[in-house]
């Protein structure tokens, strides 16, 4: 069964500082792994996805089989980074069956 | 482009009524995926339709259905609603293809008395 675990519902940092939202998975195939992203008042949206291998808004993911990890990482955050993140897994080819984390929200403090 | 639009916004229904909920893919979009967000839940996968078929289906009683038109736009309808049923349903389309970015509609907030 696919499953997403964000241990954290809160994580709250200063501005400047380095971040990291941990995601771990559970999948007996080969998954796909997404950031999704939403701000206040916006929609729910794509941040990064790990075949893209590119960093956007700072922020990087490295998809770790071995520890089944999909860890979200920026290392100088910003006020703007302040928002709710879920990492979500999709079975792969044809298989648009998306599995989403509780998510966490990040609070960027000044 | 226009984004994914999502009709109503907002609805008010009691408990053993039925809904149906409509989303409106972007344009060239064959995929659209269903989620129930709620507090307590999260981000819940209904179903997902491509070209009019269901292909993936979550863990949700048969009260939940789906269809999907020939011009890509699907409906949701919800039967004999109970109190649980309260929650924001959010619509996806994408392309259809292995590792799609998905995009979501701004959802619909359902609230059963």
């Known amino acids: 069964a696919q499953r997403v675990t964000q241990p954290e519902k809160l994580l709250s940092v200063f501005k400047g500082a380095p971040v990291e939202l941990k995601c771990n998975y559970s999948?007996?195939?080969?998954?796909?792994l997404f950031w999704y992203v939403q701000y206040s008042r916006q929609r729910l949206q794509l941040l990064l996805r790990h075949i893209s291998r590119e960093s956007i808004k700072g922020f990087t993911a490295d998809l770790n089989k071995g520890e089944t990890s999909f860890h979200l990482k920026k290392p100088f955050a910003q006020e703007e980074d302040s928002a709710m993140y879920y990492c979500a897994l999709s079975g792969g080819y044809n298989n648009n069956d998306m599995r989403f984390g509780a998510g966490t929200r990040l609070t960027v403090k000044p | 482009k226009a984004g994914v639009t999502q009709t109503p916004r907002y609805l008010i229904k009691t408990r053993g009524q039925q809904v149906t909920l409509s989303c409106s893919p972007i344009s060239g979009h064959r995929s659209v995926s269903w989620y129930q967000q709620t507090p307590g839940q999260g981000l819940q996968f209904l179903f997902e339709?491509?070209?009019?078929?269901?292909?993936n289906k979550g863990n949700f009683p048969g009260r939940f259905s789906g269809r999907q038109f020939s011009n890509s736009r699907s409906e949701m309808n919800v039967s004999t609603l109970e109190l649980g049923d309260s929650a924001l349903y959010l619509c996806?389309?994408?392309?259809?293809?292995?590792?799609?970015?998905?995009?979501f509609g701004p959802g619909t907030r359902l609230t059963v008395l």
């Open positions: 339709y491509f070209s009019e078929t269901q292909r």
């Open positions: 996806a389309s994408s392309l259809g293809l292995a590792a799609d970015t998905q995009y």
């Open positions: 999948y007996s195939g080969s998954p796909e």
